[in-house]
Every structure is written in C-alpha cells, then in structure tokens.
C-alpha cells in the first residue's frame, strides 16, 4: 500500500485544512443551534472543489482517488463533522449515479451536486426496518415513461434540507426481496412530496426526518440502474461511504486528543500538573494507539478501492470500529475537562451527541460485524 500524495493531491487536502479552520471550526456550535449547514457554505466548499473530488473532471469533479477523498473528508470533519457528511453524501451519491444513471441524469445532477449548488440524500429506512434494508415496501409502479412512487422513507439524514434524494423502490413482488428493488433521482420539489424532522440528541446541523410520497411522478431516465436491479448494483457504494465515515468520526476524536494533551500539561492540581498522572496519560496513550490502527483500516480500504480490489470487509471494519472508538475518545477527553468539559461552552459534550449518531446510520456494529464474518466464512 502507498498512501504518498502528489503535490496536487496535497494542495487539496490543505485546501480542505485551511477551510476547516477559518470558515467551520468557529461556528461549529453556532450550526447546532441553527439547526442548518447553509446554502451558503455549501457552496463555498463546492467552488473549493471539497464535494465528491473523487468524481471525474468531465463532470464537474477534481479527478482525485478515493483515498485523497477521505483525506479530505477527515480533515473537513476536524472542523465540523457535520459539515463533513455533505462531503460523504456526495461521494456516496455520485458514485452510484455516475456509475449506472442514464448520460441525461448524471449531466444534470453531477455537475451541481460536485460543484455544492445542490444538496443530495437517500432514501433507503422505511417505518419497519432500517438493517433489512432490501425488506422495502415503498413502490415505484411503471406509467409509461413514468413511475408512481407512494409510501415513506424515514431516518433520512438532510430530509429537510436536500434538494434531492436517491430514492430505494420496490418495482417487483416483496418475494424477490433485494431483486426487485430499484433505485430513483427523485426531486424533492416534486408534488406529492411531503417532509417532517426529528428532535434528535445530536447531529442537529444535518438533521435527520421523514420524506413522504404521495403518487411522486418520477421520469424513467432518472431511473439509477436496471429496473429490480437498483439496490444489489447501486449498494456497492457504501464501502466506500464507510470508510469516508471511519474517517470522519476519527477527526473528530483526533480534535479532541490535540485539545487534551496540551490541557494535561497546563493543568495543575495539588501543585503538579495533571500529566504527572499514569492514570491521565495511560488512557490518552491508548486512545492514540487505537486510533492510528483504526485510520490504517480506513485507509487501507480507500486505497483498495483507488486499485479495484475488494474492500468490503475492510470498510465494514472502518464502520462499526472508528465511531465507537471515536465516541471513547470524545468521553475521554470530556471526563479530563471536568466540568469545564461536560459544560456547552467547550465543544466536548456536542462531539460526544454527533458522533454517537455514526455508531448507527449506515450499518450498526453488528450488521458490519456481519459483514466481516461473511467476508470469511461466506453467507
């Protein structure tokens, strides 16, 4: 493996570095309250070339590999991780639609979503399950040239704030399970559309709700892979959105390791400083071990991914592990603090409610664990 980068590749990391710190760490908190990105900033990530750099210039994107990718990502996320899932959505969205829409739909939507004039999401949970992900009952009926889509996605990340969403529909009998299960650009403006947003306990700056259907009228040629196809085609892109995932809650647990090392070191408490104590730096000393091993496996997944081979088991590894190593780190850290810690006037206690949301969307542990063992053992 060869995680070497070229002096553009560099550049664009810096870039991503440079914003994270002028333009995202300031407001990290001010966006919580919001309860918004912004249009605004999205944009500005876009014109920066931060939004799905991976994606081949011809339609809009910075020609990067994968691993670049999710350098960027993680260095957006030490910022906001908020922020950062912009970024992940993206990649994960313009992998699927440049690799199986029609030329119609990815020239109209790439360019856009890579350049951040339009904010994507996906519609995958429904009411009665979120890991039986194929077990769907939303349906995509054929019109002609038309599909009618009627029923609810929940738990979508974005659900109020995206422009549009890659929508998961059964077109065939509910006893071909993954097989009849399609996939759909659909505009979010579109009659028929309704939207709710949860109160949740983090995360707040993305936002997370339901998108309803109501007989949504959606074109063929936005149609995402074969029909009865779309879910065992267009899933492939997860792999690579979890491992941008692992590196994004790794992020933020590195913020809080360069915060705390320093702090031990000021602290002073019965005449010594706070670093004099094994028990403080021991577990800070791990927390550095586990998460140099837990961004290896990230990277090493993406670089897979840059070469063509196989990276499922690699990418599952990254999911279940980086965020809940992640979530140790942040309470860690926060414990450390003491009060000062556990108070909304340091950024400890809003980390620990957004990255704990990471332990969950995408794949729980045990479904990655799954993942894993499946890789050896097979299904």
Known sequence: MDFALDEFQLSMVDTAKKFAVEKLAP???QREYDGTIGPELIREMGQLGLIAPEVPSEHGGSD?????SGLITEAIAEGDMNVAYVQIMASLLSSCIVSYATPEAIDEIIPKMCGGEILGSIGLTEPRGGSDAANLSL???RDGDLY???GEKTSISLADQADINLVFARTGTPE???HGVSAFIVKLDSPGISRSRFEDLGEKAVGRGSIFFDDVEVDA???VGDEGKGFVQVMQGFDFSR??????CIAVARKCLDETWPFIQQ???FGKPLSVNQGITFPLAEAETHLEGARLVCLKALWLKSQNLDHTKEAAMAKWWAPKLAFDIVHQCLLIHGHGGYSNEMPFEQRLRDVMGMQIGDGTAQIMKMVIARGYVGK
């Open 267 to 269: 602290r002073e408490t």
């Open 243 to 248: 491992a941008l995932i692992g590196l994004q």
């Open 139 to 141: 349906k995509a009926e």
């Open 64 to 68: 990067l590999d994968t691993l670049t």
């Open 221 to 223: 040629r936005y149609r």
């Open 27 to 29: 407001h990290y908190q």
């Open 176 to 178: 071909q399970k993954a």
């Open 148 to 150: 009618r889509l009627n």
